[in-house]
C-alpha cells in the first residue's frame, strides 16, 4: 500500500480527478446547454473575473517562494499571460472584453460589487493557500488546468449558438488559454510527477488537486444559489442590519 506509484500511474491519478471537475457541475452545464438567462451570464463573468485577478497573485506567490531559477523563469509567463506586457493586452483585458460583449460595463465588472462572499472566500482561500505553501505544492494546485482545455472549447462550440446576444470579441480570453493551458499543464505536471515521489507525497499531491477542484467548485455553488434559486447571500435577512 505504501509502494509509490509510477510516474505513469500517478499521472493517470491526477488526470482521472477530473470527473469531479466544474464542467459537470449543474450552473456550468446549464450554460453550456444555453439555459442560462443574460442575467446568469453577467453574474457569472463578473464573479469569475474575481478569479482572474487574484490568478497572478497567485503565480506571484508561487514565484516568490520558489528557489529554482529555471522554475521561476518558465513560469513567470503566467502572470504575463493574464496581466499582458508591451504590446499584449492579456487575459485580465480578454475578460473585460468578455464582460462588455455580455452586456456589462468595464466600470461594473471592475468594481467587484457584484462579487459573491462565497466567491471571494473560495478565491482568497486559493491565493492564501499559494502564499504559504511549498512552491511545488502550489504548482500541483494548479493541475486543474488538465481538464481546462475541454471546458474553453466546449464554450467555443457552444456558447455563439446558443447566446446569439454575445457579441463575438469576447471570446477571445477562451481561444487563448486553448494553447495557453496546454503549454503550462506540461509543466506543472512535470514539477508535481518530478517532486511527490513517495506514495504519502503522491496522496498529498491528490488532495491539494482535490482542494483546487473544491474551490472551483465552490464558486459555482454561491452562484447557483443566487442566480439560479434566487437566493443571492443574506435573502432572508432583514434588510435593516444597522443594529
Known amino acids: 500500500m505504501n509502494t509509490p506509484l509510477t510516474k505513469q500511474q500517478f499521472e493517470q491519478a491526477l488526470r482521472a ?29 463578473a464573479n469569475r473575473y474575481y478569479y482572474q485577478v487574484n490568478i497572478p497573485l497567485k503565480d506571484a506567490a508561487i514565484l516568490a517562494n520558489c528557489t529554482d531559477r529555471d522554475v521561476r523563469r518558465e513560469w513567470v509567463q503566467r502572470i504575463l499571460d493574464h496581466d499582458g506586457a508591451d504590446g499584449e493586452e492579456g487575459g485580465i483585458e480578454a475578460w473585460l472584453r468578455l464582460g462588455e460583449a455580455v452586456g456589462m460595463s468595464r466600470e461594473d465588472i471592475v468594481s467587484q460589487q457584484r462579487v459573491l462572499p462565497g466567491v471571494r472566500f473560495a478565491c482568497d482561500a486559493y491565493v492564501n493557500f499559494a502564499r504559504r505553501a511549498s512552491w511545488q505544492e502550489a504548482a500541483c494546485s494548479s493541475l486543474t488546468e488538465l481538464f481546462a482545455p475541454e471546458i474553453h472549447r466546449s464554450r467555443l462550440d457552444n456558447w455563439p449558438q446558443h447566446y446569439r446576444w454575445i457579441e463575438p470579441q469576447g471570446y477571445q480570453y477562451f481561444q487563448s488559454r486553448l494553447s495557453q493551458a496546454r503549454r503550462d499543464v506540461e509543466h506543472g505536471l512535470r514539477i508535481t510527477l518530478d517532486y511527490f515521489e513517495t506514495r504519502e507525497a503522491q496522496n498529498h499531491a491528490l488532495s491539494i488537486l482535490q482542494f483546487k477542484l473544491d474551490v472551483l467548485w465552490s464558486m459555482l455553488d454561491a452562484m ?13 435577512c432583514p434588510l435593516d442590519v444597522s443594529h
Open 224 to 236: 447557483h444559489m443566487a442566480y439560479v434559486h434566487q437566493q443571492p447571500p443574506f435573502h432572508s
Open 17 to 45: 480527478k477530473g470527473r469531479l471537475y466544474h464542467i459537470y457541475h449543474p450552473f456550468q452545464v446549464r450554460m453550456n446547454q444555453g439555459l442560462c438567462t443574460q442575467q446568469e451570464i453577467q453574474g457569472w463573468v
